[in-house]
């Protein structure tokens, strides 16, 4: 038995390069893909398109249009979807965790981003559910890398801030399970690609936490070309400890280009591990500094010119086209059904050090405000989470842990307070609940809380700021003169959480906070 013929969409390019191609099988996935897009369609654009063949070319529509349209019918589709087939019913789904590091809110199509295409990115958010309320909790790489793989807010275990510097003896502390802790005893291979950056020495290796498999880097940042090519690129890591590409515990030779090759292991993987279950964390370095791209990518964008922005561009391209092979590699095994995937960021964008935006988010990594903790959030799971619709009541990276759990069948674990809750029920519209009342943020003398649609800071030897966040998205207006009894409530919820929080283990000066990090000066590490 054959692979069914494949429907992909090429076209000539909204700037006149060829190679960009639309996969329907990943954009509807397989057992939903209805043979062609619908013959009832009422959109003009759409009905011309159908009337391509299994492998068209479009000439008529730039990609923005024609990606846009097909998203529209993907939302179309999937009020018509059958549940998850019987088939899957016995078969523990998959999971699988996307990190992009530093990609800000506005950095992707789905999100509105104008100047980077991002079409697979675009298809899995539109296959899946969009939270436009989804944070991280914390502003910095390490620490909300904690919080994902523990499901606890990681000050609870004293892990606020990075672990710099270099030769640090620090890591996430031992006793603290991961999900793939969790996991593995339940039958999944799992497998840590990417960046770790939770401990150099060998009790925090991802072999040592959960994972069978591991293939990325150590530390916090490293070059995307290899070391020897990179010498003197800004914000490149030159340390050993931190530079490496490991496989497992091994030292191995640097690929030619790391985002390509995260990617290709991802794939691999999944392609080792089809016929189990399987849990993969696959933490791009991209888009990081430092700044780093192949003339592949590069050429794709003509109009910008040379730039940081430019590169920057190139690096999400080349994140995008790894996902995208992630996706059709799911779709060609008939996984989609059997496979929870979230996709987000670390955290904010960081604009003066690597060209991402936030807007209309105010702040950017490092600070608590939204533009710090506010990412691209996306959760897919096809036949069982509604696609091509929007989330908006607040989420959290810590949500990721439990509602895999929930998704595996796993009882949470009961000695350790799990902050994250399985969002599940929510996403897929058995409830009306929000799956959080309130939020926290604590990093080094920044303090901010989310309760409904109130915002507060809370900086170290500043006044509070209060924001409504449902009229003031980009925390314009401080109400707290206005609302006195909202700061009071407020205050004593934040008091209260953090009254229950470790002090830091370890504090590395440069997470102090914006003021006292001038732009510029952060050190790559982060
Ligand atoms: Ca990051």
């Given amino acids: 038995m054959g692979s069914p013929p494949r429907e992909v969409y090429r076209g000539a390019g909204d ?4 190679g960009w191609e639309v996969d329907l099988d990943v954009l509807f996935g397989v057992s939903q893909r209805p043979g062609a897009v619908p013959s009832n369609c009422e959109q003009s654009m759409l009905k011309n398109i159908c009337q391509l063949h299994c492998v068209g070319t479009c000439t008529r529509f730039g990609r923005h249009e024609l990606v846009s349209c097909l998203l529209a019918a993907s939302a179309t589709f999937a009020t018509n979807w059958e549940s998850a087939d019987a088939g899957a019913a016995n078969r523990k789904p998959n999971v699988i965790f996307i990190l992009a590091n530093d990609l800000g809110y506005a950095d992707v199509g789905f999100q509105g981003c104008k100047d980077v295409p991002t079409p697979h990115l675009d298809a899995l958010a539109m296959a899946g559910m969009r939270c436009t309320n989804g944070y991280v909790s ?12 523990t499901g606890r807010y990681q000050q609870r275990f004293g892990f606020e801030f990075n672990l710099g510097p270099y030769k640090t003896k620090n890591g996430l502390p031992v006793e603290q399970k991961t999900i793939a802790d969790l996991l593995r005893p339940a039958g999944y291979a799992t497998m840590a690609i990417g960046k770790w950056h939770l ?28 070391v020897k090519d990179s010498v003197g690129v800004p914000f490149a890591p030159k340390d050993p400890d931190v530079t490496p590409i490991f496989r497992e515990r091994i030292k191995t030779q640097d690929p ?36 780093q791209a192949t003339d592949k990518y590069l050429n794709r964008f003509p109009d910008i010119p040379p730039s940081p922005r430019r590169t920057f561009a190139a690096m999400l391209s080349s994140m995008d086209d790894a996902v995208g092979r992630i996706m059709a590699k799911l779709s060609a095994e008939n996984l989609d059904t059997e496979t929870l995937i979230f996709f987000l960021s670390d955290n904010g964008g960081h604009p003066p050090i690597n060209a991402s935006g936030n807007n209309p988010l105010r702040g950017e990594k ?32 810590l949500d990721f842990l ?3 759990l929930a998704a595996a069948g796993i009882e949470k674990p009961t000695d350790l307070q799990i902050d994250g809750v399985d969002l599940l029920p929510a996403l897929a519209g058995q409830t009306d609940n929000a799956p959080h009342k309130t939020l926290y943020w604590r990093f080094g003398d920044q303090g901010a809380i989310r309760h409904g649609n109130w915002k507060l800071t809370l900086t170290s030897g500043e006044p509070v700021g209060l924001y409504d966040l449902s009229q003031d ?46 732009s510029g000066a952060v050190p790559a590490e982060n």
């Fill in 15 to 18: 700037r006149g390069e060829g």
């Fill in 138 to 149: 914390c502003p910095v790489c390490g620490p909300s890398r904690a919080g994902i793989l």
């Fill in 199 to 226: 401990g150099l020495q060998p009790e925090f290796h991802p072999l040592a936490r959960g994972f069978t498999e591991f293939y990325g880097f150590l530390g916090g940042a490293r070059s995307f070309l290899p």
């Fill in 256 to 291: 030619p280009y790391l985002t390509d090759a995260f990617g290709d292991e991802a794939v691999a993987f999944i392609d080792r591990h089809k016929d189990e279950p399987f849990f993969l964390y696959l933490a791009f370095n991209a888009v990081h500094v430092p700044l």
């Fill in 366 to 397: 490092t600070t608590v405000f939204e533009g710090g903790i506010r990412v691209p959030f996306v959760v897919k799971w096809t036949g069982r989470i509604p696609a091509g619709q929007l989330y908006s009541q607040p989420v959290i990276s």
């Fill in 402 to 404: 439990p509602t895999a």
């Fill in 473 to 518: 998205l980009s925390e314009t207006t401080d109400r707290s003169a206005a609302f006195p009894r909202v700061v009071e409530e407020l205050i004593g919820l934040y008091t209260s959480w953090n009254a229950n929080l470790e002090p830091p283990r370890w504090r590395i000066q440069s997470d102090g906070g914006l003021k006292k990090q001038p």
